[in-house]
């Protein structure tokens, strides 16, 4: 089994089945799929499409229900509000998603080395954090980021440290990439790790019979095996920075002028759907993101894969 | 504020009996005929009421005042045949986003629901709410204060009863001002004077802490005099958060907030309770029924604290407003209106405002307001001051004829993108209000209502 | 890149029947090159990242050992006070007529039926995929994959009035229903029964006159236990952890799951007369995630092997 699945040549994420090796094309495959695709249907593909249908009206609260066209489109297409969330997100998921994969891989990296004291220690140690609800660890830090009381607090009477306010404009979205790497370092770090242990022994035998360095052999072995779990992560990281919503929303509480209404394209859907009621301008904005995110987790996955080939 | 009379007395009487639990079969019909002289349509509905109220029921009550279960409780026991289930579907926002959806999406909605005072005019004009002048629930006017009970008459319908209230008391830490020497402000000026003194002796000390909050925004706007809403046959609005009343809170603001004389700690956080305990916040202008959540939140701190009427603007004066508090719906989708009546009559009218004043809600009926039980009650928390007597003038005092927006909900969720965001940046907190009026204003045409926005 | 694939061709040579096992008995990697040194740096480094990993998880046990009072008053990080863990636990699950634990409840239901049955759904659904030629099978992935990136939220009110429609909000099915669909474990049990289901068995059983149910119960789904093990574990995560939904669909605290509850007294301290209670939000919150916990580092052994098939072949 370890042989047949180190053979297969990789890279091509997501892209869909490689033809089953003998198979002739009939319905009996639709018996398997067929109860995920009707509770599918059911959760998300029926919800998906009554937002498109929604998309196309408008409800006002004085005056009724009305059919408008594409004008919610244009309003999103041109709406700041929108837009400055969209920016924040991007910026969020070019600075964080890469930091935090960067970290994971030197993580994975470090154990496989077999050069570490305990490394199963530390692999599930800095696993651990993802097994902890988005909830309880936005509470944690949300203390720990407590300018007077909380541990920022101590840190700046202790050691008489100027450490600015993390829930600050300035540093509110440095702050919540830092909840976020916390819980997902460990489960990227797994991904990478589980890729890099498929790895054949015969290969580094291979390398070091050639003279191959640790850092020649993480180049040539390691990168090349670890790329498309890379991709996998990426585009995961990518679909979560778009769908933010968990941790800012609940740090509001502690940061109300500092984390906006808009602070994320999907806090931005929930306020105008929940707070204000505009369920057809939200949906339209679902739709848009559902679109852009999309289109960026098919980029991601065809850069990786491109470099493979 | 008109002094209780007899008929006053005996509801008094009879609530504390029933809530001693030494009545158990005390019918509804009697309280309800204890009330103010009824009308003739209202004793017919009581009739109804009392009728239903002996059939086997089931109703539920979405709350999240912690009396509510209790109040039931005691209800059953009086009715046998009625089952209240009491559902907390979450604090304030939370339960109505619950509300809403439910609303929304045709059912789901519970029988009664707890609705605060800036949220109802929401749900009433979106015809959600159930009108009670039809169980004649209209002639208990004079059994509320002025200002609970506009808040919940609402153009010619009566669309909640009262529950609590929450005018406006400035508690101060007695401790704090007696090490710096400080003197209780009685006024505004005062107020920024005592702020700069207590930050000069102790730079960690703040007078208050205040990050931007829409309900002690307008609370506040209120008791400066300012009335920047109004709404005129459900769907023309006018705005104008510049009226003078809204300058003279925001210039007075603007001056500890420029000056950083307020502590950026929002309020209900972990580090807000410890600065209550530690004494780095040293009052908060609030509402009364904060008293309660001293007491167990700030546990540490008991004997520090006293109550004092709110600054005025000019000295000798006095105004208050409400900040908080709430009353209880009826709500349309109820397929069991009658029986949700006889409830919501008992909870905020009858025996229940007893078992929600022992509870720390601070009541809305003029004739528990005026009891003198209530008013000479003494706190060990607060150094054995009768609080009472300060909070209960400071409803006397509340400034007549405020009245909030119908989509006040949606409002105050923006209110930290606008004016929070004058606080963030200690600008002028006269632009964010402009910003807000102009936010809610563009919210408010879009949902087809006519905003005139000044 | 071309040692890489020469060495994949010399791997190739290997008997096909190598012991599975093998994969994750590899423990210690001794014939990694000739450095096998351990490095002193490396481990610092590595302590540094681990202690940023426990530092939150230290924070919470130490608070969750303090009282009320204590824990406004002390440094954070280190305990102060009485030990008032076992106070607070009591406190924890009796507190409401016991409600934690019946959210504790709530919430082991809605991941043995949500996990497990998106672990079935799944490997149904992977199997299908991976070993059955249909019509209409590239739509299928075109479509689980782009319904993936619309934002949860935004499709809850949507969601939401469906299933009140349907008269399924306020029930457990309302949460329940959608935590049975994992894309993620749909697509690594696809990635995984490619190979580790040989096409050669499943003609052998279709020969015999085995059914294709039968085959799938009776053969594949043993060779597909790692890959099964795998993506339980990320569904039980996801269900433990699931905070949004419930949220939104249930208004009854009867049926909440822990994290909503969690969260609920946490809102409490801004209630008239409500009782401030930090400190059973952070036992709470502690005992929530202990079980979690103890659930990964029991499964751990068993799943790296089935995610190393999916992340190898994405």
């Known amino acids: 089994m370890t042989t047949l699945s180190t053979l297969t040549p990789s890279g091509r994420a997501l892209s869909g089945p490689r033809k089953p090796h003998v198979q002739k094309r009939d319905w009996t495959g639709w018996k398997f799929i067929a109860p995920f695709m009707v509770v599918f249907t059911l959760v998300l593909i029926a919800p998906v499409l009554y937002s498109i249908y929604l998309s196309f009206f408008k409800e006002q609260l004085v005056g009724g229900n009305s059919f408008v066209g594409f004008a919610n489109y244009g309003q999103a ?68 980021y407590g300018t007077k009381f909380g541990l ?130 939200s949906a339209t904005i679902a739709i848009i993101v559902g679109l852009i995110t999309a289109v960026i987790a098919y980029i991601v996955q065809n850069s990786g894969s491109r470099k493979e080939v | 504020m008109k002094s209780p009379h007899s008929t006053r007395k005996a509801l008094r009487r009879t ?66 045949n009625v089952t209240v289930k009491v559902v907390n579907a979450g604090t304030g926002n939370d339960q109505y986003i619950k509300l809403q959806n439910a609303i929304k999406a045709g059912s789901g909605a519970p029988d009664i629901a707890q609705i605060e005072y800036y949220a109802l005019p929401q749900f009433a004009l979106s015809k959600s709410l159930a009108d009670l002048s039809a169980y004649g629930f209209d002639s208990f006017a004079s059994e509320y204060t002025d200002s609970t009970w506009g808040s919940v008459k609402l153009g010619d319908g009566i669309y909640a009863l009262p529950q ?142 006293r109550v004092a009427p709110m600054p005025t603007y000019k000295a000798g004066d006095t105004a208050s407003a409400e900040n908080g508090g709430g009353g209880d719906a009826i709500l349309e989708q109820s397929t069991n209106k009658l029986v949700a009546a006889g409830f919501l009559q008992y909870m905020n009218e009858g025996a229940g405002t007893q078992i929600s004043i022992d509870a720390g809600g601070f009541p809305s009926t003029v004739a528990d307001l005026n009891s003198d039980k209530f008013l000479n009650a003494t706190s060990d928390y607060f150094g054995g001051q009768k609080i009472n007597e300060v909070l209960v003038q400071s409803a006397k005092d509340v400034v007549p004829g405020w009245s909030y927006l119908p989509f006040q909900v949606y409002s105050n969720s923006i209110f930290k993108d606008t004016v929070g965001q004058a606080y963030a940046a200690k600008s002028d907190i006269n632009a964010g209000l402009t910003a807000w009026q102009k936010a809610t204003a563009d919210y408010g045409n879009q949902q087809g209502f006519t905003v005139t926005s000044k | ?45 590595m302590g540094a990242l681990v202690l940023y990993s426990l530092l939150p998880l230290f924070w919470l046990f130490v608070n969750s050992t303090k009282t009320q009072a204590e824990l406004l008053n002390s440094f954070g990080l280190w305990f ?48 299908g995929l991976a070993k059955f030629n249909f019509p209409g099978k590239k739509a299928v992935f075109a479509v689980v994959l782009g319904a993936v990136a619309i934002p949860g939220t935004a499709l809850a009110v949507p969601t939401f009035l469906m299933f009140s429609q349907m008269g399924l909000t306020n029930t457990p099915w309302a949460v329940i229903l959608p935590s049975l669909i994992s894309p993620f474990g749909l697509y690594l049990i696809w990635t995984y029964a490619l190979d580790a289901v040989p096409t050669e068995v499943l003609e052998a059983a279709r020969m015999d006159g085995a059914g294709e149910f039968r085959t799938f119960f009776t053969i594949s789904l043993k060779l597909l236990a790692p890959g099964l093990v795998t993506v339980l574990l990320f569904t039980l995560v996801a269900t433990w952890n699931n905070y949004f939904l419930p949220l939104i669909m249930l208004s009854e605290p009867t049926w909440y799951p822990l994290t909503v509850g969690l969260k609920q007294w946490s809102n409490q301290a801004q209630t008239v007369g409500g009782d401030v209670i930090y400190n059973l939000v952070i036992t709470g919150s502690m005992l929530t995630i202990i079980p979690i916990v103890v659930a990964f580092l029991f499964l751990q052994r068993y799943w790296q092997s089935g995610l190393a098939a999916g992340s190898v072949k994405a």
């Open chain 1, 77 to 144: 297409l041109t709406d700041p509000k929108f837009w400055e969330s969209m920016g924040r997100v991007t910026l969020f998921f070019v600075v964080q998603v890469p930091i935090m994969l960067g970290i994971a891989l030197f993580a994975a990296l470090a154990i496989d080395s077999a050069r570490l004291h305990l490394s199963s220690f530390f692999r599930i140690a800095i696993f651990l954090p993802y097994a902890v609800p988005a909830v309880v660890a936005t509470l944690m830090w949300g203390f720990m």
């Open chain 2, 15 to 80: 609530a504390v009996v029933v809530a001693t639990g030494l009545a158990l079969s005390m019918s509804l019909a009697a309280c309800s005929g204890s009330g103010t002289g009824s009308t003739a349509a209202s004793t017919a509905s009581a009739a109804d009421i009392t009728a239903a109220l002996n059939e086997k029921s089931t109703i539920t009550v979405w709350a999240w005042a912690p009396a509510v279960a209790d109040i039931a409780t005691a209800f059953e026991k009086e009715h046998p």
């Open chain 1, 152 to 281: 920022v607090g101590n840190l700046n009477d202790f050691f008489h440290l100027a450490i600015p306010d993390p829930l600050g404009s300035s540093w509110v979205l440095a702050s919540i990439g830092n909840i976020v790497t916390w819980e997902f370092i460990g489960y990227n770090m797994i991904l990478f790790y589980a890729a890099l242990r498929v790895i054949p022994t015969d290969l580094y035998e291979a390398a070091s019979l050639d003279g191959a360095g640790a850092f020649r052999i993480i180049r040539s072995i390691k990168m090349p095996a670890l790329r498309p779990a890379i991709v996998i992560g990426g585009i995961f990281s990518v679909i979560g920075s778009f769908q933010l919503f968990n941790e800012p929303s609940i740090l509001q509480s502690l940061a109300p002028n500092t984390i906006s209404t808009y602070f994320s394209p999907n806090m931005y859907a929930y306020n105008l759907s929940f707070a204000g009621q505009q369920y057809n301008y």
């Open chain 2, 164 to 305: 609590d209230s929450g005018p406006m008391a400035m508690f101060y830490n007695k401790a704090v001002f007696d090490q710096y020497g400080l003197t209780v402000p009685t006024t505004w000026d005062e107020y920024i004077a005592t702020a700069k003194k207590l930050h000069a002796a102790n730079p960690k000390a703040y007078i208050t802490n205040d990050t931007g909050d829409a309900g002690f925004t307008t609370s506040m706007i209120w008791q400066a005099g300012g009335k920047p809403f109004t709404t005129t046959d459900s769907t023309k609005v006018s705005i104008n958060l510049q009226d003078e009343g809204s300058k003279k809170f925001a210039d007075t603001w603007n001056t500890l907030l420029s000056n950083d004389l307020l502590a950026a700690t929002p309020s209900w956080s972990d580090e807000w309770y410890k600065g209550l305990g530690d004494g780095t916040i040293a009052t908060l202008n609030i509402g009364a029924w904060m008293p309660g959540n001293l007491e167990t939140g700030v546990k540490e701190a008991s004997g520090n604290w």
């Open chain 3, 80 to 127: 102060s006070g009485p030990n008032a863990l076992w106070d607070n636990i009591v406190a924890t699950v009796t507190y409401n007529d016991g409600v934690f634990v019946r959210w504790f409840g709530n919430t082991l239901m809605y991941v043995v039926v949500g996990a497990g049955g998106a672990t079935f759904l799944a490997a149904l659904g992977g199997y």
């Open chain 3, 1 to 45: 890149m071309s040692t890489t694939d020469q060495a994949r061709v010399n791997v190739s040579a290997r008997p096909a029947k190598a012991p599975r096992m093998s994969r994750y008995t590899r423990t210690n990697k001794s014939n990694q090159g000739l450095h096998t040194r351990k490095s002193i740096l490396l481990t610092i480094i």
